[in-house]
């Protein structure tokens, strides 16, 4: 008697959700010290550089269904995420990381908010904003304006991100778009990026920046591209609410930045403000202009940071 062959067990799509967190999250944390060599800017256009270098060799740039009225959006999307990931990187210099994420968490959550057309779902936002003063503790009598203006520029970017995004997920399906995309993000953090890394470049710190740009935003996207074909997009954003907390844990377990017992507490009213806002549950795949990553979600996970 022939033996049966054992039975295929995929990875459930949440599961490969809170694995893009945690690329996108460990990203952040090891790029604390290509930071400290090449600054925010250079680091920021060395990682997009390699993501856009990647896109482009497995991904051939839909040229041929680009319209007139399609490159303002795309220039507009490269430069909102070139920019958001200058600023990030910046912050994280400065403050927490699990404080700039919950931080920059606002940007989206206040989109999800207000596209609801409802007033109660404003709380949300204003629920997470508490939270934020809870992780920023401006009692203490340290805080740091830079950091914190940083990482709300960043949750700005976020939100612009998410709503030209959305602009074109139904015109350019899987990673097509980002071949566009993420050179253009490069090309933005280039104008500041390149002074700032000149005289510091190095084998070292490019293939530093090789794995850092792996594990964001070439992995993350990949595994967002699938949880979504089998996730509703309010699903997934109810799912990536998780990426504040998992932004304080490795924080605590790569930078060994200890939040206080009241950090924690802010940390959860961000988490539970996101959790809140999106409501749903899974799907079956659907056409192909849906199936790729961050076609139309409410709430999207990450930006490429």
């Known amino acids: 008697m022939s033996q049966r062959a054992p039975k295929n067990v995929p990875v459930p799509p949440w599961g490969l959700a809170v694995a893009a967190m945690l690329s996108v999250q460990l990203s952040s944390a090891l790029s604390v010290d290509l930071i400290a060599a090449v600054g925010p800017a250079g680091t920021a256009w060395l990682r997009l550089s390699v993501g856009a270098l990647v896109f482009l060799a497995v991904a051939r740039p ?3 269904a680009l319209r007139r009225r399609d490159v303002p959006v795309l220039l507009g999307l490269g430069v909102a995420t070139g920019l958001m990931t200058i600023a990030f990187l910046a912050s994280i210099e400065r403050i ?5 994420v919950a931080i920059e968490f606002l940007g989206p959550l206040t989109v999800a908010a ?8 404003l709380i949300w936002p204003a629920l997470a904003l508490l939270g934020v003063v809870l992780l920023t503790e401006p009692w203490a009598g340290d805080i740091n304006l830079a950091g914190i203006g940083l990482a709300g520029l960043a949750a700005i970017g976020w939100a612009v991100y998410i709503l030209l ?5 139904d015109r350019f399906t899987g990673i097509g778009a980002l071949s566009l995309t993420v050179p253009v993000a490069a090309a933005t953090a280039a104008v500041v990026g390149i002074p700032q890394s000149a005289g510091h470049l190095n084998l070292g710190i490019l293939a530093s920046a090789f794995g850092l740009a792996v594990l964001m935003p070439v992995l993350p996207m990949a595994l967002e591209m699938l949880a979504l074909r089998r996730m509703t997009p309010t699903a997934f954003g109810t799912l990536m609410a998780l990426e504040p907390a998992i ?21 959860t009213l ?4 996101g959790a809140a806002a999106q409501r749903g549950g899974r799907r079956q795949p ?3 202009e849906h199936a790729g990553a961050r076609t139309a979600p409410d709430l999207i996970g990450q930006g490429p940071k």
């Open 270 to 273: 961000v988490v539970l403000a």
């Open 62 to 64: 839909p040229l041929r």
């Open 165 to 169: 995004t959305q602009r074109i997920g």
């Open 96 to 100: 927490p990381l699990g404080t700039a």
């Open 247 to 267: 932004g304080v844990l490795l924080g605590l377990l790569v930078l060994h930045q200890q939040p206080s017992p009241t950090q924690f507490g802010g940390i």
């Open 114 to 121: 207000v596209r609801t057309h409802s007033a109660r779902a």
């Open 286 to 288: 659907r056409s192909r």
